[in-house]
Antibody, heavy 117, light 107 residues
Framework: QVQLVQSGAEVKKPGASVKVSCKASGYTFTDYYLHWARQAPGQGLEWMGWINPNNSATNYAQKFQGRVTVTRDTSISTSYMEISSLRFDDTAVYYC??????????WGQGTLVTVSS | DIQLTQSPSSLSASVGDRVTITCRASQDIRSGLGWFQQKPGKAPKRLIYDASRLQSGVPSRFSGSASGTEFTLTITSLQPDDFATYYCLQYSNSPFTFGPGTKVDIK
C-alpha cells in the first residue's frame, strides 16, 4: 500500500544538526512533491517546505531558509530533511507528506526530535 | 503569506450531532484547501481536498464546501471515532499554511 516510513526518534544537543529520513513505497516517488511539516508539543501544524523528487528543486518557508535542507535519493525513494543549529524550540514531531491534491495524501508516522542539553 | 483562521477553536458535541467547522483565508485561494483530522499521537489524515472533494476511503458523513474565502467542513452525524482535532491547509500559494486547528471533544 502507499506509505511513507520515517526514521526513528532523535535526541540532540543545542547547536547540533539532525537528519530525518522518509522512505516512500507503493507509488512512483518522482510523481509527487514531498512536503515536510512539524508539530511542537501541544501545538498546531507548521509547514516547512517541499522537494520536487524529479529534479530536487526545493522551496522553504522563510522561517526555515538557511537552516533546513531537504534532499532526496531517487534510487531508494527516500527524502531527507536536515536542520542545523538546533534550538530548544525545534523540539517537535517532524512529518513528511504528499500534500498535492492529485496525490495519495499520505503522511509519514512522524519523527520526534528532542533538543535537550 | 496567506493566513488561515478557524472557528471555533474547540467545541463539545454529542454522538449524532451535526458539526460545522469554518476556515477563513486572508485572500483568495480559489479551491486550494484541504481538511485534515488528527488524533493524539497520530499523523494527520486527509479528509477533503480541493475544498470539497472527499478523499477515497473517508466516510460520506464528512463534506466540504466553499464560498469565497470561507471554507466549511461538515460532519453530518458525529461518530465516536470523529473526536479529534481538525486542521485546514491552503496550498494555493507558497508558503503553504495550516489553520490553528479545531478540537472536537465529547459533551
Amino acid at each position: 500500500q502507499v506509505q511513507l516510513v520515517q526514521s526513528g526518534a532523535e535526541v540532540k544537543k543545542p547547536g547540533a544538526s539532525v537528519k530525518v529520513s522518509c522512505k516512500a513505497s507503493g507509488y512512483t516517488f518522482t510523481d509527487y512533491y514531498l512536503h515536510w511539516a512539524r508539530q511542537a508539543p501541544g501545538q498546531g501544524l507548521e509547514w516547512m517546505g517541499w522537494i520536487n523528487p524529479n529534479n530536487s528543486a526545493t522551496n522553504y518557508a522563510q522561517k526555515f531558509q538557511g537552516r533546513v535542507t531537504v534532499t532526496r535519493d531517487t534510487s531508494i525513494s527516500t527524502s531527507y530533511m536536515e536542520i542545523s543549529s538546533l534550538r530548544f524550540d525545534d523540539t517537535a514531531v517532524y512529518y513528511c507528506a504528499t500534500l498535492a491534491p492529485s496525490g495519495p495524501g499520505v503522511w509519514g508516522q512522524g519523527t520526534l526530535v528532542t533538543v535537550s542539553s | 503569506d496567506i493566513q488561515l483562521t478557524q472557528s471555533p477553536s474547540s467545541l463539545s458535541a454529542s454522538v449524532g450531532d451535526r458539526v460545522t467547522i469554518t476556515c477563513r483565508a486572508s485572500q483568495d485561494i480559489r479551491s486550494g484547501l484541504g481538511w485534515f483530522q488528527q488524533k493524539p499521537g497520530k499523523a494527520p489524515k486527509r479528509l477533503i481536498y480541493d475544498a470539497s472533494r472527499l478523499q477515497s476511503g473517508v466516510p460520506s458523513r464528512f463534506s466540504g464546501s466553499a464560498s469565497g474565502t470561507e471554507f466549511t467542513l461538515t460532519i453530518t452525524s458525529l461518530q465516536p471515532d470523529d473526536f479529534a482535532t481538525y486542521y485546514c491547509l491552503q496550498y494555493s500559494n507558497s508558503p503553504f499554511t495550516f489553520g490553528p486547528g479545531t478540537k472536537v471533544d465529547i459533551k
